[in-house]
């Protein structure tokens, strides 16, 4: 998976790490920055992904630029599956759609403009979930997926060690579900990866 990453998917990896990388010095606004993951995080979400079981969907909630779901894209494309991406503004709804032409994986991610609260309830199965959006939407997208997690299926919420304080409804949601076993992994922003009880 990793040792075969496709020149465009690299290419296009390489465009929107060097635009975050100088939004930031900019100082441009936080809520028109791609807001993206490092490519640390990105290994261990497509790691993660990769071993799911094969029944069920995969979401993604937060798309930005797509950076993110080009590197589950890696897993989608070993497992066979599509990973399906909502992303509520438009403008990073754009940029995404280029990413993925660009990257060449159109056939692996299903991209979707619009408020995924109306829709990620929708999947009866959900074999992988990865979060990262506005945080006041957490608790609510983890009450309407997290039923339909199939057994070992995991949701991965990002920024759960850079944002702990504004998350204290979602860790308390995440607490109270004992069908989830959950750890915190020290990765870019912090990882909570909660995986469904099998049996």
Known sequence: MFHNIPKSVLDRMKELEEIDARDRQDGTPHLKRL????????????????????????????????YSAMWIS??????????????????????????????????????????ARGHVGDYGEVAFCFLDCEKEMYPEIFERVTPNLVPGGLLVADNTISHKAALAEFFAAVEADTNLDTVTL????????????VG
């Open 35 to 66: 807001r993206q993951i490092p490519p640390e995080t990105g290994r261990v979400l497509a790691f993660l992904a990769a071993g799911v079981p094969q029944k069920g969907a995969w979401l993604e909630v937060g798309t930005s630029a797509g």
């Open 74 to 115: 890696l897993a989608a494309k070993q497992r066979g599956k599509v990973l399906h991406t909502y992303e509520l503004l438009p403008d990073k709804a754009a940029l995404a759609r280029e990413t993925f032409k660009k990257a060449g994986i159109e056939e692996l991610v299903e991209l979707k403009n619009g408020d």
């Open 186 to 197: 020290p990765v870019g922003s912090g990882l909570l990866v909660c995986r469904k009880l």
